[in-house]
């Protein structure tokens, strides 16, 4: 019996819902009224006092930070009430902010929001890119107060679900929502919450404050928290200055950093009239029309070769000249990290930098810094040294730990299980090999080093798998602790008589033990047997138990039934079907997953080797369109098993460690996901 499925999201959403209670106010509250105002113009930049932040609150320094960058603003002239709670919607506007308020197609579809509140973009967009979703009933929830551990998961959302670390050092661990561990476990690593976990508790339930959230987004921007950067490649200092203030400071960072310079010129250079503000002159025309887009003359040769980029500008009526709009939508930052810097008469950075974030938003971007027309070299210098950049890396380091996501190990091949075995990370998926053809199969694999075959009950070719594992053991010299064969036990009969079923698969392979036996789907009786598997385990004629087309809310009510954590999870991956929010939720567990139909399965795969974006990228690195999907769920930390009975096939299907796709290149294939199953499981 096929479950429901249920994404990651959903599940979130829905215990959202149960933990918030509904605001009853029907007007907005003046707080709230607070985040209408625009981000703060150019010359109101500067830093207010607030009557009711201390100069030594432990907020204070968050709550500056937040204000002069346009991402939080008082809820009056002399107020910020840091006590005051935060609703959903008020987060939403704060995170819209911080993206650099990108333009919305359309308004927010939920029952209790309107096209012309305060709110709507920001709702709009935080729905839109899956940063707060909407309750199931169609609701958002906009006056809902958000409890911290919500708050930690919307910005761990926003970071775009980043790894998160081992454990949290707080009392009240336990009592975090399993829908948020990762988030609270990331932000903990990242120093996310520091001044929020007194005497270690950091009572997840309870309602996060202004201050509070302040702090969390000021230590989440100035941390190495956000988007994965590249490493190992070039720095670049790209900048424009209309009147040459800002020109000595790019040229300053560039000799410190042994950067590159590239200076933007405008196709039609600023004449002294142009540049006359408050004129209602050119540049002033250009700042009022947020569409505005001056050509520049030239273009970066090879961008794809730096990873760093430092951009500096003046600032134009509290924001980057239109310019580096045109210079941000020319090419594709993703991976890269992006250093913003200006001058000016006398405005801070303001929201110049993080309304830039908009136009890149698959960069990491570091906090911004102002420099006065006149700044001196050590200045400069003593700010680029006190940067989070990301660190070098050789190639050949690049090639063997692209990643190191799921425990992946690229020079053994490998990955190490939660029970102790170790398992290679690239096989052969055997469904519909038969007879003669399976056996070669699976003989040619072993040949070419495959040392991973994937079998079943259900593809009714155990038997073959196991003659032709040990045909290769002797004809190879292969040790049978070598290679690493996983079944699976089918729902129905065999679940319900499983130990027969077990022994069955056992006496057909007839290799001694089976690394890894699954469930191949859920069943009425998948916990019976599965512990049936288990007591296999405990004699060792099983050495590892997994499951097969199991996601969120299936594992959610599995685990807690059985003994033996299961070491892996096997479910359709491939770039059409991507499962981004049951990834990370399983690998979260501890749990490695396996994808099958790597290549898209039956009657799919032509289209998927043929896709533009995937044969442009093989083109790029001299391999084949399979070679590149394969390695990118590698490098997502899913092990692959291709199935193919074309030994040129098997054998190309393992050659995967000798390239690695750019972080910009992932970024490429994950956005070809089309939630498209090419199968009923
Ligand atoms: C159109 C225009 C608008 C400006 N707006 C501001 C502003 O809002 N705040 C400010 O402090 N300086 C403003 N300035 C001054 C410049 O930011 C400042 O002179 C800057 O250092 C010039 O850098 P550049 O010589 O590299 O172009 C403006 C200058 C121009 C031309």
């Known amino acids: 019996m096929k479950k429901r499925f249920l994404s990651f999201t959903m599940a979130v959403c829905m215990l959202c819902l149960l933990a918030l209670t509904s605001c009853s106010a029907a007007e907005v509250p003046a707080s709230d009224r607070s985040l209408e105002a625009k981000p703060l113009a150019a010359d109101a930049t500067q830093t207010a006092s607030f009557s009711d932040v201390p100069a030594g609150a432990w907020y204070a320094d968050a709550i500056a930070y937040c204000q002069q960058h346009g991402i939080m603003s008082g809820t009056s002239t002399t107020t910020f009430e840091p006590e005051g709670t935060l609703t959903r919607a008020m987060l939403a506007a704060v995170l819209y902010r911080m993206s650099g308020s990108p333009t919305v197609s359309a308004p927010p579809a939920f029952t209790d929001t309107t096209a012309d509140a305060w709110y709507s973009d920001a709702v709009s967009w935080a729905a839109g890119n899956s940063v707060i979703s909407g309750y199931g009933g169609g609701t958002f929830g906009v006056n809902d107060p958000t409890t911290r551990e919500q708050a930690v998961t919307i910005l761990w959302r926003y970071a775009g679900n980043p790894e998160s670390g081992t454990a949290v050092d707080v009392s009240d661990a336990a009592s975090v929502s399993t829908w948020a561990q990762a988030a609270v476990r990331w932000a903990d690593a990242n120093g996310i919450l520091e001044g929020m976990t007194e005497n270690r508790q950091f009572a997840p339930k309870t309602n996060i404050k202004r201050g509070e959230i302040a702090s969390m987004l000021y230590r989440y921007l100035n941390s190495s928290s956000q988007p994965e950067p590249a490493a190992g490649g070039k720095t670049l200092v790209a900048y424009f200055s209309a009147t040459n203030t800002t020109r000595p400071l790019a040229?300053?960072?560039?000799?410190?950093?042994?950067?590159?310079l590239y200076e933007i010129v405008p196709e039609v250079p600023y004449t002294d009239a142009d540049l006359a503000y408050y004129t209602g002159g050119r540049a002033d025309q250009e700042q009022n029309d947020s569409t505005a887009r001056p050509a520049i003359s030239g273009s970066v040769e090879n961008m794809a070769d730096y990873d760093v980029i430092f951009l500096g500008y003046p600032i134009w009526h509290g924001q980057a000249p239109r310019i580096i709009s045109t210079f941000l939508e020319s090419y594709d930052f993703t991976g890269k990290t992006i250093i913003p810097f200006c001058t000016s008469h006398s405005s801070g950075i303001g929201s110049s930098d993080t309304?830039?974030?908009?136009?890149?938003?698959?960069?990491?971007?570091?906090?911004?810094?102002?420099?006065?027309?006149?700044?001196?070299?050590?200045?400069?210098?003593?700010?680029?040294?006190?940067?989070?950049?990301?660190?070098?890396?050789?190639?050949?380091?690049?090639?063997?730990?692209?990643?190191?996501?799921?425990?992946?190990?690229?020079?053994?091949?490998?990955?190490?299980?939660?029970?102790?075995?170790?398992?290679?990370?690239n096989g052969l998926g055997t469904y519909s090999l038969h007879g003669e053809t399976c056996v070669n199969s699976v003989k040619s694999a072993l040949a070419s080093g495959v040392r991973l075959i994937d079998t079943a009950?259900?593809?009714?070719?155990?038997?073959?798998?196991?003659?032709?594992?040990?045909?290769?053991?002797?004809?190879?010299?292969?040790?049978?602790?070598?290679?690493?064969?996983?079944?699976?036990?089918?729902?129905?009969?065999?679940?319900?008589?499983?130990?027969?079923?077990?022994?069955?698969?056992?006496?057909?392979?007839?290799?001694?033990?089976?690394?890894?036996?699954?469930?191949?789907?859920?069943?009425?009786?998948?916990?019976?047997?599965?512990?049936?598997?288990?007591?296999?385990?405990?004699?060792?004629?099983?050495?590892?138990?997994?499951?097969?087309?199991?996601?969120?809310?299936?594992?959610?009510?599995?685990?807690?039934?059985?003994?033996?954590?299961?070491?892996?999870?096997?479910?359709?991956?491939?770039?059409?079907?991507?499962?981004?929010?049951?990834?990370?939720?399983?690998?979260?567990?501890?749990?490695?997953?396996?994808?099958?139909?790597?290549?898209?399965?039956?009657?799919?795969?032509?289209?998927?080797?043929?896709?533009?974006?995937?044969?442009?990228?093989?083109?790029?690195?001299?391999?084949?369109?399979?070679?590149?999907?394969?390695?990118?769920?590698?490098?997502?930390?899913?092990?692959?098993?291709?199935?193919?009975?074309?030994?040129?096939?098997?054998?190309?299907?393992?050659?995967?460690?000798g390239f690695a796709l750019t972080d910009a290149e992932m970024a490429q294939i994950n956005a070809l996901d089309r939630n498209e199953k090419h199968d009923w499981y």
């Open 457 to 657: 009950s259900a593809y009714g070719n155990e038997e073959e798998v196991g003659q032709a594992v040990r045909e290769a053991m002797a004809e190879l010299g292969l040790q049978r602790e070598e290679i690493f064969v996983i079944t699976k036990i089918y729902p129905g009969s065999e679940m319900a008589n499983p130990e027969q079923a077990i022994q069955a698969c056992l006496d057909r392979l007839d290799l001694g033990y089976v690394d890894m036996m699954l469930l191949h789907h859920p069943d009425r009786n998948d916990v019976k047997a599965y512990r049936a598997m288990e007591k296999f385990v405990e004699d060792g004629r099983i050495r590892s138990l997994g499951l097969s087309n199991w996601y969120v809310e299936e594992l959610e009510e599995f685990l807690p039934q059985v003994n033996i954590t299961p070491a892996l999870v096997q479910n359709e991956i491939h770039p059409y079907y991507q499962e981004n929010d049951v990834i990370p939720y399983i690998q979260d567990l501890g749990l490695v997953v396996q994808g099958w139909y790597p290549l898209g399965g039956r009657g799919h795969t032509a289209e998927l080797l043929g896709d533009g974006v995937i044969s442009g990228i093989a083109r790029a690195h001299g391999v084949s369109s399979a070679q590149v999907i394969l390695r990118w769920n590698l490098q997502k930390g899913v092990v692959v098993i291709p199935g193919s009975s074309n030994p040129d096939h098997i054998k190309e299907n393992t050659d995967l460690y």
């Open 355 to 425: 309304n830039l974030h908009a136009l890149a938003s698959g960069a990491n971007w570091l906090a911004g810094r102002r420099f006065a027309g006149g700044t001196t070299r050590s200045t400069v210098e003593d700010w680029i040294n006190k940067l989070a950049l990301p660190q070098p890396e050789t190639a050949v380091d690049a090639v063997t730990s692209a990643t190191s996501k799921a425990g992946f190990n690229f020079e053994t091949k490998s990955v190490t299980l939660n029970s102790g075995y170790e398992m290679p990370i």
């Open 251 to 260: 040229e300053y960072a560039a000799d410190i950093l042994d950067a590159d």
